[in-house]
């Protein structure tokens, strides 16, 4: 196979591939309110009894982000979709959605959930009053995994944010939401 059939294969399979994830988006999207609040409240109920520290954080925490199911797929080119909730209070104050898009050395498709825990009133006043959060950019946010799990606890929080990637489920290298941006919908 020539090389210029060979890159307008590749082409053409990440054209269905990103096709493929827009097309799963766009039905995430028609979530209704009541489907983002109920699949946020089973999110954060399952990553309590999964992992302690995220409930002693929610204790402390001033506003909590839910993305009870995001969607990512790529082939060189890849991207990630999802809705979820800003919980103040218990209850769900506002909706937002998480896209990233990236580049490289990646193959396949997966979902998974993930929570922020906004641990000050500057992170929670940063989300609302911005046009789009991009992590990274604005408040520190540290990505917990099992290591740092077990060295946090209420007198070492020092960050303004902290985040759990959970209910990962398909097959991609490279799970991050680094470069990943949240902007306020209307639900």
Known sequence: MSS?????SQALLCGALISACFG???SAQAATAEDLNRDAAHTL????KLNKTA???SRKAKGILVFPKIVKAGLVFGGSYGEGVLMQG???SQYY???SASWGWQAGAETYAYVVF???DQAVQYLSSSQGWEFGVGPSIVVVNE???KNLSTSTLKDDAYAFITDQQGLMGNLSIEGTKISRIKR
């Open 24 to 26: 799963v988006s766009l």
């Open 97 to 99: 959605n998480s896209v």
């Open 4 to 8: 210029h059939r060979r890159m307008f």
């Open 118 to 120: 906004l641990m000050s």
């Open 90 to 92: 218990g209850n769900v």
């Open 147 to 149: 290591g740092v799990a």
């Open 55 to 57: 409930e002693l954080l």
């Open 45 to 48: 109920q399952t990553l309590y």
